[in-house]
């Protein structure tokens, strides 16, 4: 079966917006926020699951399995508006089911655009990590679910489109024990892919979701 640069990538960067909820002198802060994000991704030996890693001789090697997002956006409103950085690392594996393109009787296949055998992949796991560039405070969260869809029907560049869901785990400075939800919504191309699946790609998305910090 064909190995493909999975691009789920867009992770999730995450910031603050609109509503304010506060009682007592252990008030929890809570805000609705949306964001943009955008930027690039290349494959790294990374395999967040272990399920693919080999061992010889004593030492443990992981295949390219996972994608490496570096990017950035713009947070409106909320106590640090502006802008950020974004960094994530995520696995993503293929449907299983009929109907893709490229493996008919493998892999489920998904609309996209103007086609109906795109090939349908879902999020394995992920991490992600924000840097908020006025405060340098950092904002983490992890990848929780997600379906990405690429369609193979054409030559490179390949389009994609995807969302993924993510949830706080805390972070430094202002950030420190947030917790919260949300989805980031995207689409991009792979613009380079070998035949072991490692490539390079672009996206750019929205996200949505809430935050609570102690």
């Given amino acids: 079966m064909m190995r493909v640069f999975h691009r789920i990538s867009l992770s999730a960067a995450v910031w603050l917006l609109l509503m304010l909820v506060s009682t007592g002198a252990n008030a ?33 090697t992981c295949p390219a399995d996972s994608d490496l997002f570096t990017g950035g956006g713009t ?3 909320g106590p640090e508006p502006g802008q950020f ?32 055998n795109g090939c349908l992949y879902k999020i394995i796991g992920g991490n992600v990590v924000n840097r908020q560039m006025t405060t340098g405070d950092l904002l983490f969260a ?19 489109t995807g969302t993924n869901q993510f949830s706080f785990i805390g972070g430094t400075g ?9 989805t980031v919504s995207f689409k991009g191309q792979i613009l380079q892919n ?8 672009w996206d750019s998305g929205s996200i949505t979701g809430t935050m609570t910090i102690p």
Avoid at 32 to 55: E, K, M, R, W
Avoid at 85 to 114: F, R
Avoid at 142 to 160: E, R
Avoid at 194 to 201: N, R, V
């Fill in 28 to 60: 929890l802060t809570t805000y609705n926020f949306t964001s943009t994000l955008s930027g690039s991704a290349a494959q790294v030996p990374i395999d967040l699951d272990g399920t693919h890693c080999t061992t010889v001789n004593g030492i443990v």
């Fill in 142 to 160: 992890k990848l929780t679910s997600g379906a990405l869809c690429i369609n193979f029907d054409t030559a490179l560049p390949w389009n994609l």
């Fill in 85 to 116: 950085t974004n960094q994530s690392v995520t696995e993503t594996s293929p449907v299983s089911g009929t109907g893709c393109s490229v493996a008919p009787s493998s892999i489920k296949g998904c609309p996209i655009g103007l086609v109906t």
């Fill in 174 to 182: 202002r950030f420190a024990g947030a917790t919260g939800s949300g």
């Fill in 75 to 77: 947070i409106t409103g």
């Fill in 194 to 201: 070998d035949p072991q699946g490692h490539g390079m790609s």
